[in-house]
């Protein structure tokens, strides 16, 4: 059996090197990820966290590999602050960027580690958001949704 | 009518739109805006359940043709779907395409799923898992900025080999 996954695929009019940076620099991924605090250097064996608005961890990680502006490979990510989704372990999320057109195509793979699927339920409830407010950002300098 | 009920979800695809529920339902039904979105289509919709459904090319001629199953605006609209325009393609079982819109907060959620009535294969599937993701981020574009994106787009590789090979097979006729 292949373990529980959600992809996710959005096509941004920015290029790799802006998209880049938003998806690396704290100050604007706060904007479109609901104001929580994105934490890591970005280099390969570097830990990486999510702190939310309230102050919770919400998630950590381990940055895998790190090829700017082309892919982007976070491995034992876990959520920190809900018990049931902490149960159910690690996870390994890849973002690839390619230049499609006069945009660029991200692809978001979320992957468990073990076969409990309310991990990637909760993603992929989370990722379309997370998303489609950085796409509204990098195109229209607002999000689209304020609240998650 | 279309049976929905036999039908399945295999692809859900969600994005959440900056606009309105309104304005959301006319990129999805006014052919003026679907030719700047859906890969320069044109739709053709009967605005009523058991209706004519069609995307055209903009020479005029059909590439999907199908029927609307459900017409509730601004809210939810089904429709079958058939890929006329390509012989070995119109062989194919219809499948079914739903557009629910959600207020979310100050956005719109807009939910596309895909259903089919028979074990489509992943190579198949592939067609609008890469599809969607295309015309639905073009759509938003052009809800947000006035503008669409120039994407290139084709088929997955792999894609029309797998086509081929379940119409000579054609595995939805077996029990």
């Known amino acids: ?148 | 009518m279309t049976d929905i009920r036999e039908f399945k979800p295999k692809t859900i695809y969600v994005t959440y739109i900056a606009s309105t529920p309104d304005k959301v339902w006319q990129a999805l039904t006014d052919p003026a805006f679907s030719r700047q979105y859906f890969a320069g289509f044109a739709v053709d919709v009967e605005p009523k359940a058991g209706g004519k459904f069609r995307l055209l090319y903009p020479d005029g001629r059909v590439h999907i043709s199908g029927e609307v199953v459900e017409w509730s605006p601004p809210r939810r609209f089904v429709c079958t779907w058939l890929v006329e325009g390509m012989e070995e393609f119109a062989e194919l079982p219809v499948c079914l395409v739903a557009y629910d819109i959600e207020p979310s907060g100050d956005a719109v959620k807009l939910t596309v799923t895909e259903s089919h009535s028979w074990e489509v294969p992943d190579a198949i599937l592939a067609g609008g898992r890469s599809g969607w993701p295309a015309i639905l981020s073009n759509l938003k574009s052009v809800l947000e900025t006035g503008k669409p994106m120039l994407l290139q787009m084709g088929p997955p590789e792999g894609f029309m080999e797998a086509v081929q090979m379940a119409v000579a097979d054609k595995p939805w006729l077996r029990g």
């Open chain 1, 1 to 148: 059996m292949s373990k529980p996954k959600f992809v996710y695929v959005t096509y941004i009019k920015t290029t790799p090197e802006k998209l880049w940076a938003a998806l690396t620099d704290p100050s604007f991924t706060k904007k479109y990820w609901f104001n929580a605090d994105i934490e890591s250097d970005w280099k390969k064996g570097s830990p990486w966290r999510i702190t939310l608005a309230d102050g919770r961890v919400a998630d950590t990680g381990v940055i895998l590999e790190s090829d700017p502006p082309r892919r982007l490979v976070i491995d034992k990510w876990q959520n920190q602050f809900m018990p049931e989704l902490k149960a159910a372990g690690y996870a390994r999320c890849t973002m690839e960027l390619e230049q499609a057109g006069n945009a660029v195509k991200l692809t978001i793979t979320h992957v468990a580690e073990g076969d409990d699927d309310k991990l990637i339920q909760a993603v992929s409830g989370g990722w379309p958001k997370i998303l489609s407010n950085l796409k509204s950002l990098l195109e229209t300098g607002e999000i689209a949704l304020i609240d998650k």
